[in-house]
């Protein structure tokens, strides 16, 4: 499997890319011990005019690249967090709709096109102006406007994989239906759930970044949505200010999106769109 | 007789990596006008992919390394393109073996039927049309004109290959090229259908090649035989020859493997029952709304049976007959509406959940596909021991059980650590049954368990379960299509038709006088019949030789 995601392009520049923001955020403190708030020089300094200061200053006189790479920080942890938060909602409410059925179904179904009818974006800022604007609150937000897909393809999985003889046969077994579930049917799910969390990571990344750029960021940590949406004002006369932050959330989703294409290729070899049978 | 198809040499490449270099190496053949030529082999011997390189469909990565295949004068492997698909459907014509899926489900009949001529640009709207009719009747489907406006799965598995035969028909091809066309078929249609091929053959004078795993439809229709193994063509020679004097010990080794209907001594029996069925029924309603009934299908319709102790019951019906709910409603998997599933005196139809879930071991099951019925992620060990366990037996005593059974079915106990996919499809099926006799059932259901398997594989298996009946005393529930593979292993067989029971009795008396008319169809339709009749009087009559 490795190898065949080994063989995908696309996936393994993604991989690069992502390692690559990885590492500068992980970096942060290293590279720029002094916090991405300190005032350094004169501000609207224009990139690669002065040493020290790659990407110039903003508006306040703050370095844009130390800006970038401690927003890399928050972006791909509440792209992490709020998708794993998500999955915790999705997986385990789709997996008791379609393994049971019935009113099972029926209830969970109802409550996930619930969420469904509401606008994403309208939700999400609808809760974090409800919650007051924290990291926790902006992640959590996010999780809750992004676990309904996730619970409707664990829900079509599990519908698909119980009706497989290797079920009936634990059924025959005399497996409980709760470790039928959990040791059967739910690993059999697990490729295409994959893929979707990758895709989800980057979504996140996007929600985050236009939450901050309404102003609904936390206003304590630095992000890439909130540098454009500071710099919105002064895009005519200071363009590199929401240029760089605009080209990191690019790079970074393009790079997500690369990997869960790489990986659903991986997982399904039937499905690729290569057709290399 | 003038030929039609002269194959010389022909060599198919597979891609680097294959199991085998060449899916077909150096075959050679001839096919005259109004020939039947049989390609047997088991699945993987190369016998599709020497029709696919024919007609032009190989899969991506599959070359034609060498050789020629001559068809009207010129070399069909080398042509263009363009001229290929001129030929396709015109002259070389091919019917497949699904016939749903090589229908396009969105379009009528008839429409189908007429694009033919239309792809090759013939005739106008009307005369379309006028041919179209004269080709459904011709293949005998019942009322023509609703045929043509039915869509096709409106129509049933035998019309349906019917239809894709009008198709083929249509331009008056010079050869047909079948691909294991009744496969997919239950007996009595698969024996319509090769009737309608050898008649079809009889009137327009057209070569066929027919392509087959299985030597009762080669005894019904072949002219001339070629068998073929791992890609090569180990005998060929006409119909009598191959089958009477095979000369290759592969070919020998396939037709001992046949069922033949070589009917085994009976066996006198414990009257013990272990299962009893009384009055079962189960009815399946779909559809129906507020204004509209829902349609009913009575699955199983009042069926009791008893299986006695060391028994072996086979329940022969085809497919809609309700034998798979009769067998997994004896299992539990499915509940019936009404009657009693008497083991050893438990009614299983009648417990709880939770009481059920403690006697599943009483019954096991061994299910038809050998690839869906093993979880891919657990390893074989894990398959074997999670039943034991979850019935409370101590997980080392069912682990050794596990790894001495898997000695029993043949495998050994080092497979208990592998993982399912690193097993051919007959391997599974033994992982399959040793699974269900670790439970220490009292009865295995066994639905169609070797209906998957190739001939060779299917011969094995067979002889597995028959070698556990003597040593184990299993009682087995033996649930098919075949009559031929019902005969070699069951005491006693039971005909079902549309949910009911329609005749019961042991082997010699159903298949030397069935009382029932629908046992009596069945039995005249098993394919080469007459050839395996001749077999078993030849048979029977050695064994009366001291």
Same mark, same amino acid.
């Given at each position: 499997m490795?190898?065949?995601?080994?063989?995908?392009?696309?996936?393994?520049i993604?991989?690069l890319?992502?390692?690559?923001v990885?590492?500068?955020?992980?970096?942060?403190?290293?590279?720029?011990?002094?916090?991405?708030w300190?005032m350094?020089q004169?501000?609207?300094?224009?990139?690669?005019?002065?040493?020290?200061?790659?990407?110039?200053?903003?508006t306040?006189?703050r370095d844009v690249?130390?800006?970038?790479?401690?927003g890399?920080?928050?972006?791909?942890?509440?792209?992490?967090?709020s998708t794993?938060?998500?999955?915790?909602?999705?997986?385990?409410?789709?997996?008791?709709?379609?393994?049971?059925?019935?009113?099972a179904?029926?209830?969970?179904?109802?409550?996930?096109?619930f969420?469904?009818?509401?606008?994403?974006f309208?939700l999400?800022i609808?809760?974090?102006?409800?919650?007051e604007?924290?990291l926790g609150?902006?992640?959590?937000?996010?999780?809750?406007?992004?676990?309904?897909?996730?619970?409707r393809?664990v829900?079509?999985?599990?519908?698909?994989?119980?009706?497989?003889?290797?079920v009936?046969?634990?059924?025959?077994?005399?497996?409980s239906?709760?470790r039928?579930?959990?040791?059967e049917?739910?690993?059999?799910?697990?490729?295409?759930?994959i893929?979707?969390?990758?895709?989800?990571?980057?979504?996140?990344?996007l929600?985050?970044?236009?939450l901050?750029?309404l102003?609904?960021?936390?206003?304590?940590?630095m992000?890439?949505?909130y540098?454009?949406?500071?710099a919105?004002?002064?895009?005519?006369?200071?363009?590199?200010?929401?240029?760089?932050?605009?080209v990191a959330?690019?790079?970074?989703v393009?790079?997500?999106?690369?990997i869960?294409?790489?990986?659903s290729d991986?997982?399904?070899?039937?499905?690729?769109?290569k057709g290399?049978? | 007789?003038? #030929?039609?198809l002269?194959?010389?040499?022909?060599?198919?490449?597979?891609?680097a990596?294959?199991d085998?270099?060449h899916?077909?190496s150096?075959?050679?053949?001839?096919?005259?006008e109004?020939?039947?030529?049989?390609?047997v082999?088991?699945?993987?011997?190369?016998?599709?992919?020497?029709?696919?390189?024919?007609?032009?469909l190989?899969p991506?990565g599959?070359?034609?390394?060498g050789?020629?295949?001559v068809?009207d004068?010129?070399?069909?492997? /080398?042509?263009p393109?363009?001229q290929?698909?001129a030929?396709?459907?015109?002259?070389?014509?091919?019917?497949?073996?699904?016939p749903?899926?090589?229908?396009?489900?969105?379009?009528?009949i008839?429409?189908?039927?007429?694009?033919?001529f239309?792809a090759h640009?013939m005739?106008?709207?009307?005369?379309?049309?006028?041919?179209?009719?004269?080709?459904?009747?011709?293949?005998?489907?019942p009322?023509?004109?609703?045929?043509?406006?039915?869509?096709p799965?409106? *129509?049933?598995?035998?019309?349906?290959?019917?239809?894709?035969?009008?198709?083929?028909?249509?331009?008056?091809?010079?050869?047909?090229?079948?691909?294991? #066309?009744?496969?997919?078929?239950?007996?009595t249609?698969?024996?319509?259908i090769l009737d309608?091929?050898?008649?079809?053959?009889?009137?327009?004078?057209?070569?066929?090649?027919?392509i087959?795993?299985d030597f009762?439809?080669?005894?019904?229709?072949?002219?001339?035989?070629?068998?073929?193994?791992?890609?090569?063509a180990?005998?060929?020679?006409?119909?009598?020859?191959? *089958?009477?004097?095979p000369q290759?010990?592969?070919?020998?080794? *396939?037709?001992?493997?046949?069922?033949?209907?070589r009917?085994?001594?009976a066996?006198?029996?414990?009257p013990?029952?272990v299962?009893?069925?009384?009055?079962?029924? $189960?009815?399946?309603?779909?559809?129906?709304?507020l204004?509209?009934?829902?349609?009913?299908v009575? /699955?199983?319709?009042?069926v009791?049976?008893?299986?006695?102790?060391g028994?072996v019951?086979g329940l022969?019906?085809e497919?809609?007959?309700?034998?798979?709910?009769?067998?997994?409603t004896v299992v539990?998997?499915?509940t019936?509406?009404?009657?009693?599933?008497?083991?050893g005196?438990t009614?299983?139809a009648?417990l709880?959940?939770e009481?059920?879930?403690?006697?599943r071991? $009483?019954?096991q099951m061994?299910?038809?596909?050998?690839?869906a019925?093993?979880?891919?992620?657990?390893?074989?060990?894990?398959?074997?021991?999670?039943?034991?366990?979850?019935?409370?037996?101590?997980?080392? /005593?069912?682990?050794?059980?596990?790894?001495?059974?898997?000695?029993?079915v043949g495998?050994?106990?080092?497979?208990?650590e592998?993982?399912?996919h690193?097993?051919?499809?007959?391997q599974?099926?033994?992982?399959?049954i040793?699974?269900?006799?670790a439970m220490?059932p009292?009865l295995?259901?066994?639905?169609?368990?070797?209906?998957?398997?190739?001939?060779s594989?299917?011969?094995?298996?067979?002889?597995?379960l028959?070698d556990l009946? /003597?040593?184990?005393g299993?009682?087995i529930l033996f649930?098919?299509?075949?009559l031929?593979?019902?005969?070699?292993?069951?005491?006693?067989?039971a005909?079902?038709?549309?949910?009911?029971?329609?005749?019961?009795?042991a082997?010699?008396d159903i298949?030397?006088?069935?009382?029932d008319p629908?046992?009596r169809?069945l039995l005249?339709a098993?394919?080469?019949a007459?050839?395996?009749?001749?077999?078993?009087?030849?048979?029977n009559?050695?064994?009366?030789?001291p």
């Open positions: 490795i190898r065949r995601f080994a063989s995908n392009k696309g996936a393994v993604g991989v890319i992502l390692l690559a990885i590492a500068l955020a992980v970096s942060a403190d290293l590279l720029f011990p002094r916090g991405p300190a350094v004169r501000p609207f300094l224009v990139p690669f005019s002065t040493d020290g200061l790659p990407l110039g200053t903003d306040l006189g690249a130390a800006g970038l790479v401690h890399a920080r928050v972006s791909l942890l509440v792209g992490l967090v794993l938060v998500a999955l915790m909602i999705g997986v385990p409410l789709g997996a008791v709709a379609g393994f049971y059925g019935g009113w179904d029926e209830g969970a179904m109802r409550f996930t096109e969420f469904q009818t509401i606008p994403n309208a999400a609808v809760l974090v102006a409800i919650l604007p924290t609150s902006i992640t959590l937000a996010i999780a809750i406007v992004s676990w309904p897909p996730v619970a393809l829900r079509a999985e599990v519908m698909a994989v119980k009706r497989r003889d290797y009936d046969a634990a059924r025959l077994a005399g497996l239906k709760f039928i579930l959990t040791g049917v739910l690993p059999n799910t697990v490729s295409p759930i893929v979707m969390a990758s895709l989800m990571v980057a979504t996140a990344i929600l985050e970044s236009s901050s750029f102003g609904l960021g936390d206003p304590n940590a992000s890439w949505g540098m454009i949406g500071a919105r004002t002064v895009i005519r006369s200071a363009w590199w200010l929401s240029f760089f932050p605009g959330i690019l790079l970074t393009l790079a997500l999106n690369l869960g294409e790489g990986l991986a997982l399904n070899p039937h499905l690729s769109r290399t049978a | 007789m003038r #030929p039609v002269t194959i010389e040499d022909l060599s198919i490449a597979l891609p990596g294959a085998r270099p899916a077909v150096g075959m050679s053949m001839t096919i005259g109004g020939e039947i030529l049989c390609v082999g088991e699945s993987g011997s190369g016998k599709s992919m020497t029709a696919n390189a024919l007609m032009g190989l991506p599959v070359t034609v390394a050789g020629r295949a068809f004068g010129r070399d069909v492997l /080398a042509l393109e363009t290929r698909r030929l396709r459907g015109r002259q070389i014509a091919m019917i497949f073996q699904e749903m899926t090589a229908l396009n489900p969105l379009m009528r008839g429409e189908q039927i007429s694009e033919v239309a640009g005739y106008g709207p009307t005369e379309r049309e006028r041919r179209t009719l004269a080709l459904v009747t011709e293949v005998g489907l009322d023509p004109a609703k045929i043509m406006r039915a869509y799965f409106q *129509l049933s598995g035998g019309q349906r290959q019917r239809a894709m035969i009008a198709m083929a028909l249509a331009l008056e091809p010079e050869l047909l090229i079948a691909d294991e #066309p009744t496969t997919a078929l239950d007996v249609t698969q024996a319509q309608l091929i050898l008649d079809l053959r009889r009137r327009r004078g057209m070569g066929v090649m027919f087959t795993h009762g439809v080669v005894a019904e229709i072949a002219d001339k035989v070629i068998v073929m193994e791992k890609g090569i180990v005998e060929q020679g006409s119909a009598a020859e191959v *089958l009477d004097t290759h010990p592969y070919t020998s080794r *396939l037709l001992d493997a046949i069922p033949t209907g009917l085994p001594e066996r006198s029996l414990e013990a029952p299962l009893e069925l009384k009055g079962l029924r $189960k009815v399946y309603r779909t559809g129906g709304g204004f509209r009934p829902p349609r009913e009575r /699955a199983v319709d009042d009791s049976l008893t299986i006695g102790r028994e019951l022969v019906g497919s809609g007959s309700g034998k798979s709910t009769l067998g997994r539990r998997l499915v019936p509406d009404a009657g009693q599933v008497l083991v005196g009614d299983l009648a709880s959940e009481e059920l879930r403690k006697s071991g $009483k019954v061994v299910f038809q596909d050998p690839y019925s093993l979880n891919p992620r657990h390893r074989i060990l894990r398959a074997l021991t999670a039943g034991p366990v979850a019935m409370g037996r101590p997980r080392a /005593a069912a682990e050794a059980k596990a790894r001495e059974l898997l000695e029993i495998l050994g106990p080092e497979a208990a592998r993982f399912p690193e097993f051919s499809g007959g599974r099926q033994r992982i399959g040793a699974r269900a006799l220490e009292e295995i259901v066994a639905d169609e368990a070797v209906s998957a398997l190739d001939v594989i299917q011969a094995q298996v067979l002889d597995l028959r009946r /003597a040593r184990l299993l009682s649930i098919t299509h075949d031929r593979v019902a005969a070699q292993l069951c005491d006693r067989i005909v079902m038709q549309t949910g009911r029971l329609v005749e019961m009795g082997v010699h298949f030397l006088a069935p009382r629908y046992t169809a005249a098993v394919p080469g007459d050839w395996a009749a001749e077999n078993r009087m030849a048979g009559a050695e064994g009366a030789r």
